[in-house]
């Protein structure tokens, strides 16, 4: 049941525990794990990246999850509401519209990949993509990326679908689709994975992931490990408070943090192992860059047995992850305006869908038709990428550890902890984590790390 939030409305809860984990692990599991974090891993040098992350993951990762649930739970508002709600007059309602800020850039790009898997996914099940060799399939994927309307198109189709899965609310919407998408896409990674691992001269990207270059073992590295937890974590960007917002008093945060964070690394590791070996058996320098999953993995399919089976089902287990994610995105927005301006689910969902549509054409036309526009010598949609992870998630939840370390304080965080969890001692752990190990690790790493 709901509880009452003001003049007596009911604000929507999630409908059993397992409802929520697989909604917040769904969130936390899209394209950041399966197309961003090989790429990632590619680029920082395979093990020392790993090796960075692990440690991100436990130090700074699993804590912010719990201070997100926390704040969200205790609040029951959305981002902004949250923030204000704690410390009303205060203006750490800015950190809140940061947040906001944040996901709204993510979804303009984030769609705009979602839609090219979209396009995949129809076009490998229509088997158009199995007799192409390499070179053939690089220049299908320029030719649909520099396509002047298609990846829009594409994008606003995502778009549509975020927006009505969100518009029928979050048990009966979110709770519901998540539940059933997140056990397909985890079976379908496994069973490719086999198919990579097996694959001839795979073992080598295996072995590769697993030891650490230690040229690469830099701070550089480290910001991008740590751009990449917020991302995968759905960190900083308000995901977590606001699914926190709907959880009720009895559940156990610590313990489901520890959940969600290790589904979410387990699953970034298995797509890791799908894309990696796959790249090596190839036999080709992994040159890596945004097309890779389209291109290479593409042509691994390619050569085998029934290429159109394998291709569609790995698109339709990425177009499954990328929409439990923007589900979560478009929700962050949409709690704002329904807790805060009181407009409903359905108005607020298809506003914000027109939004973000608009916000998307840059991504969606920077490889082509606006290609001649560079940021810092990235195209639109990877400076969008590099602007988000590596700045405003960081900065985000630096501001969020010490809004909640120093500002709501560990005694009441400590508080809300035991409602649900007995094991004091674990909370006591992360209480002093958030306070101390969030704030100064991330001050550290940002400031370093941009320099
Ligand atoms: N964590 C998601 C991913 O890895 C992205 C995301 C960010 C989802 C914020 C929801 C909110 O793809």
């Known amino acids: 049941m709901g509880r009452a939030l003001v003049e007596g409305q009911k604000r929507e809860e999630w409908q059993s525990r397992w409802g929520f984990i697989l909604a917040t692990v769904g969130s936390a599991v899209g394209l950041g794990n399966v197309w961003r974090f090989p790429t990632m891993v590619v680029r920082g040098g395979g093990g020392a990246f790993l090796i960075l992350y692990l440690g991100l993951v436990l130090l700074i990762g699993i804590p912010a999850l719990v201070m997100e649930l926390s704040l ?125 691992l097996f694959l001839e001269g795979a073992l080598g990207g295996a072995l590769w992931l697993i030891r650490p270059d230690p040229e690469a073992l830099n701070l550089q590295t480290a910001l991008a490990a740590l751009g990449q937890v917020f991302f995968s974590f759905s960190l900083g960007m308000g995901a977590v408070i606001t699914y926190g917002s709907y959880l009720s008093r009895g559940s156990d945060i610590p313990r489901n943090s520890l959940i969600i964070g290790f589904s979410d690394v387990g699953i970034a590791i298995l797509a890791a192992l799908v894309v990696v070996p796959a790249l090596f058996a190839l036999g080709i320098s992994p040159e890596i860059g945004p097309g890779v999953i389209f291109v290479t993995l593409l042509g691994i399919f390619n050569t085998l047995p029934f290429p159109a ?38 108005l607020a969902s298809t506003l914000l869908a027109v939004l973000i549509l ?71 752990l992360i209480t002093l984590a958030i306070r101390y190990i969030l704030p100064i690790g991330m001050a550290y790493i940002l400031i370093t790390g941009i320099l």
């Open 72 to 196: 969200g739970r205790r609040t029951n508002r959305n981002t902004l509401g949250a923030f204000s709600h704690l410390r009303p007059g205060s203006r750490w309602w800015l950190v809140g519209a940061l947040s906001m800020l944040a996901v709204f850039v993510v979804l303009s790009f984030y769609s705009v990949i979602a839609g090219w898997s979209l396009i995949y996914l129809v076009g490998s099940t229509a088997g158009i993509f199995s007799q192409q060799g390499p070179a053939a399939l690089t220049e299908t994927f320029t030719r649909l990326s520099e396509h002047p309307f298609l990846p829009a198109m594409a994008a606003a189709l995502f778009i549509g679908l975020t927006a009505s899965v969100v518009a029928s609310g979050v048990a009966h919407g979110i709770e519901r689709v998540s539940k059933a998408l997140l056990p397909a896409m985890v079976l379908l990674l496994v069973v490719l994975m086999f198919r990579s």
């Open 309 to 346: 089976v394998w291709a569609s089902l790995f698109f339709l287990m990425l177009t499954f992850a990328a929409l439990t994610s923007t589900i979560a995105m478009l929700e962050v927005l949409v709690a704002y305006l329904v807790d805060e301006k009181r407009w409903s689910r359905s």
């Open 358 to 428: 608009v916000a998307a054409l840059p991504s969606a036309l920077g490889q082509g038709v606006l290609n001649h526009i560079e940021i810092a010598g990235l195209t639109i949609l990877d400076a969008a990428d590099q602007l988000v992870s590596n700045l405003m998630l960081p900065v985000a939840g630096l501001m969020t550890a010490i809004f909640v370390g120093w500002v709501w304080g560990t005694g009441p965080v400590a508080l809300e902890l035991s409602l649900g969890s007995t094991r004091s001692r674990l909370s006591r």
